[in-house]
């Protein structure tokens, strides 16, 4: 703590930016789920969790701007003290300081809800630059990055797969679809969602780990955003999850199961029927 | 003025987006009480796009301005807010595309709005919206449901709705004023990026065989690569393996690469998310090969194999090579 003290306390470099990373713990993407009884969530015994993919380019590009241009980077994120190891992962990974807004839902399937919190406590961080990841793995609404812009009036860009600071603003490459990128300017303070492939996320290094291991973990509670719970953050609207279930599918493979060599015969034979094998 | 749906179109470079047409059919379905659909066009100088979209069985409002001749959150936001905030909907109709999910929630951040993106389905009921949605890799289907007297943003995933078809006449097509302050508008059009065409084209190619992160390793590509050559295919590939640059971006089949229709599609070890799924749905036969048979791919597969992809094709060469 003292060191950093000290190094705000030195003249900044030029461009010193103040880098917000909003992260987001999700459970892995790839196992297979199964609906609580009550049907109003996943049960969640057993998942394991991790830091959702798209946020991991959004610290990349964060802790690479860090050190191109100074600054400082804080991980914020929103979620039960399950999130710590990936706060810690992240410290590790160059991040400066950790905040975990203690909100304490599981699942926080309300993105507008999770916005308006993750914005109110954005506004007790200086930011010149926040980032987020375009779209979340568990959830995909891709909306939390433009609700926080929308809601603390910071001009934003999605999708963006390349940033460059110059003095006074920023230039950043957004993906469409088909492969056009479009390329446009903007004012710090801005708020960003970074594409996946945006960059190549860094490894931890060991001695990190072990720093990162120590390090403190700020966390807000609703009182420190002048709340007196989380439900009282005013919402325009009344959030339901109604159900969920097991997708119904629209159209299903014919599935081919057993033995490897049974089940290459099928496909070759399959391939030559339908006159795709070359002789 | 007030009720009804308000529609944004999105187009580029004088083409209305194919998402554009889903919308309009989305928003019809719907039960609507007073004032219908209404489809608004913003940009600059696209009366002529406008006029074509009234064909479409819905009134089409032209909001045009300088500062929309290219998007740019700030602009849109300004701009679909004053209309909005003048017609007082009960719902906004946005595409979940690049442009509709940089536009969609910053709109219901400033205007503090409701929002629910990624939708397959909705459904206005008495006093609320409920939307279908896939969560989790698509594994786990949600329905959702909002309640507000505020105008609900909703952005709806291209491909869940088949596209609105013409009708016979066209309907009124008015403009309508927008106000836009320049020194709000914070976020500049610099230029537009378009893939250098290099490589093999994937869009003409009549067989793909594409590898996702089933492969595990880059050297398995070479794998893929012989299989593929076997049946006189062309190798592509899901995401994943394009942001690893084990393939160039220009083998990418999905919604941010290529959209492809070959006759035959194999896809080894990818499991199928909707952002690969939008790009080869409309493949004349698609083979899967997966080892998760909960994978989203068999669903738009015709037929799918339960393998590993390093064990499967191994054997299928060892196949067609005594063949």
């Not at chain 1, 929103?78 to 905040?99: F, I, Q, S």
């Not at chain 1, 993105?111 to 993750?118: D, E, P, Q, S």
């Not at chain 2, 500062?67 to 959150?73: D, I, K, N, V």
Request: aromatic share 4%; hydrophobic share 45%; charged share 20%.
């Amino acid at each position: 703590m003292e060191n950093l003290e000290i190094s705000s306390a030195s003249p900044a470099p030029a461009v010193a930016l103040n880098l917000v990373v909003c992260l987001k713990q999700v459970p892995n993407p790839d196992l297979q789920f199964q609906v609580a009884p009550d049907g109003k969530d996943i049960k969640r015994e057993g998942l394991n969790y991790k830091v959702n993919g798209a946020d991991e380019y959004a610290l990349e590009e964060a802790v690479r701007l860090k050190e191109k241009h100074g600054g400082r980077v804080v991980v914020l994120t929103l979620g039960p003290k399950r999130t710590e190891p990936m706060l810690r992962e992240a410290l590790a990974k160059g991040a400066d300081e950790a905040v975990r807004v203690a909100y304490d839902d599981p699942a926080a399937f309300d993105v507008g809800k999770n916005a308006r919190i993750l914005a109110a406590a954005i506004r007790t961080l200086p930011h010149d630059l926040v980032l987020t990841g375009v779209q979340s793995d568990d959830y995909a609404y891709s909306a939390t990055g433009g609700l926080v812009a929308g809601l603390l009036g910071l001009p934003h860009a999605s999708v963006v797969t390349r940033v460059a600071v110059h003095d006074g603003d920023l230039e950043v490459a957004c993906e469409l679809e088909g492969g056009l990128e479009r390329v446009v300017a903007l004012p710090r303070p801005a708020l960003l969602t970074i594409q996946f492939g945006a960059n190549t996320p860094r490894y931890a290094p060991l001695p990190a780990i072990m720093k990162a291991a120590r390090q403190p973990i700020k966390e807000i509670g609703p009182a420190a955003l002048g709340l007196p719970g989380w439900d009282a953050i005013p919402l325009p609207y009344a959030f339901g999850v109604v159900r969920l279930s097991p997708p119904v599918a629209k159209g299903h493979a014919e599935l081919i199961t057993g033995p490897i060599p049974e089940q290459a015969k099928k496909l070759a034979q399959l391939l030559r029927e339908k006159g795709f094998v070359r002789r | 003025m007030a009720g009804g749906i308000l529609v944004i179109a999105e187009h580029l470079d004088g083409k209305v987006a194919p998402s554009t047409l889903e919308l309009i059919a989305a928003a019809t379905s719907l039960r609507v009480e007073r004032h219908g659909v209404r489809l608004v066009v913003f940009g600059h100088g696209v009366k002529e796009l406008a006029d074509h979209l009234a064909g479409y069985t819905v009134d089409v409002l032209v909001a045009e301005h300088p500062l929309l001749a290219e998007y740019t959150g700030d602009a849109y936001v300004q701009a679909v807010r004053g209309i909005v905030e003048s017609t007082n909907p009960r719902l906004v109709l946005i595409a979940h595309t690049a442009q509709g999910y940089d536009l969609a929630p910053a709109l219901a951040g400033a205007m503090d709005l409701p929002v629910l993106t990624n939708c397959l389905a909705i459904d206005l009921q008495e006093g609320r919206l409920v939307a279908a949605r896939r969560i989790l890799n698509e594994k786990v289907h949600v329905e959702v449901e909002v309640r507000s007297d505020r105008p609900i943003v909703v952005t709806m995933r291209p491909g869940a709705t088949p596209p609105q078809g013409t009708g016979r006449g066209t309907m009124s097509v008015t403009e309508v004023p927008v106000s836009i302050d320049p020194a709000a508008v914070r976020v500049k059009f610099v230029r537009m990026e378009r893939p250098e065409v290099a490589d093999i084209d994937l869009s003409s190619a009549d067989v793909i065989v594409s590898a996702g992160r089933g492969i595990q390793k880059k050297e398995n590509l070479r794998l893929v690569e012989e299989f593929a050559k076997a049946i006189g295919g062309v190798v592509g590939a899901s995401r994943p393996l394009t942001d690893l640059e084990w393939l160039p971006k220009t083998r990418q089949v999905g919604q941010s690469g290529k959209t492809v229709r070959p006759k035959l599609y194999v896809a080894c070890g990818i499991s199928g998310a909707m952002q690969h799924i939008a790009g080869m749905k409309d493949a004349g036969l698609i083979l899967a090969i997966n080892t998760d048979p909960t994978a989203p791919i068999f669903e738009v597969a015709h037929v799918g194999f339960v393998a590993n992809v390093l064990e499967l094709l191994p054997a299928v060469l060892k196949e067609l090579r005594a063949g």
